[in-house]
C-alpha cells in the first residue's frame, strides 16, 4: 500500500461546479496535512494547511480532514478555467501523494 | 525578496558523467528538500537536511549525494549519471520543523543521455 494515495484522475468538471480531491496516508502520526497546485511545467505551491480535524475554508477552496480515517479532502467550488492543474496532497514534507489532475471545462 | 534558486534550469549531460545541481535559499530556512517527480510518480523525496551538517536519506536516494556546509545552499550530486535519473529536479526549503509549508525553487530538467 502506498503511503499516500490520491485519486488518480484525471477529473474533469465544468466551470462553476465543485470539484472534489480525496487523499488517504497511511502514517496515524501525521499531524499536518498541506495541498498543492501545480501548473504545467511549473513548481507545486502550496493551496491549504490544515491540523486539525474538521473543515477550513479559504476563498474557494475548503479542506477536510478525518485522522480517524486517515482521509483528507479538497473541495474547489465555484470552479474556473485557470483551477486546471494538478492537486498534490501532501502529510508532511516527506511524503507527497502522485496527484489528481484536474480540467475545468469552459 | 527572499528566494530559491536553482542552476541549471537545464541541462543535458551522457551517463556516467558526474553533475551537481545547486540549490541556494535566502530565506534562511533550516530545513531543505531535494525532490525529483517523474510521469506517474509524483514527487519523491531524494535527500533532505534540518541543518548545517545534517543530511538524510529520502525515499530515492541511491546514486545521490547532498552535503549541508551552509544555511543556504543544499548541492544535489549525481555521482554517475544514468539515464534512469532524467527527471525534473526541484528544490525547497521551509522554516524548522516537520509541521511548515515547503517552498520550492521551479525545477531543474536534467536529461542523461
Known amino acids: 500500500q502506498k503511503e499516500v494515495e490520491q485519486n488518480s484522475g484525471p477529473l474533469s468538471v465544468p466551470e462553476g461546479a465543485i470539484a472534489s480531491l480525496n487523499c488517504t496516508y497511511s502514517?496515524?502520526?501525521?499531524?499536518?496535512f498541506f495541498w498543492y497546485r501545480q501548473y504545467s511545467g511549473k513548481s507545486p505551491e502550496l493551496i491549504m494547511f490544515i491540523y486539525s480535524n474538521g473543515d477550513k475554508e479559504d476563498g474557494r477552496f475548503t479542506a477536510q480532514l478525518n485522522k480517524a480515517s486517515q482521509y483528507v479532502s479538497l473541495l474547489i467550488r465555484d470552479s474556473q478555467p485557470s483551477d486546471s492543474a494538478t492537486y498534490l496532497c501532501a502529510p508532511g514534507q516527506l511524503t507527497f501523494g502522485s496527484g489528481t489532475q484536474l480540467t475545468v471545462l469552459p | 525578496d527572499a528566494e530559491i534558486t536553482q542552476s541549471p534550469r537545464h541541462k543535458i549531460t551522457e551517463t556516467g558523467r558526474q553533475v551537481t545541481l545547486a540549490c541556494h535559499q535566502t530565506?534562511?530556512?533550516?530545513?531543505m528538500f531535494w525532490y525529483r517527480q517523474d510521469l506517474g510518480h509524483g514527487l519523491r523525496l531524494i535527500h533532505y537536511s534540518y541543518g548545517v551538517q545534517d543530511t538524510n536519506k529520502g525515499e530515492v536516494s541511491d546514486g545521490y549525494s547532498v552535503s549541508r556546509s551552509n544555511t543556504e545552499d543544499l548541492p544535489l550530486t549525481l555521482e554517475s549519471a544514468a539515464s534512469s535519473q532524467t527527471s525534473v529536479y526541484f528544490c525547497a526549503s521551509s522554516p524548522g520543523g516537520s509541521g511548515n509549508t515547503i517552498y520550492f525553487g521551479e525545477g531543474s530538467w536534467l536529461t542523461v543521455v
Open positions: 502514517d496515524r502520526g501525521s499531524q499536518s
Open positions: 530565506w534562511n530556512h533550516n530545513n
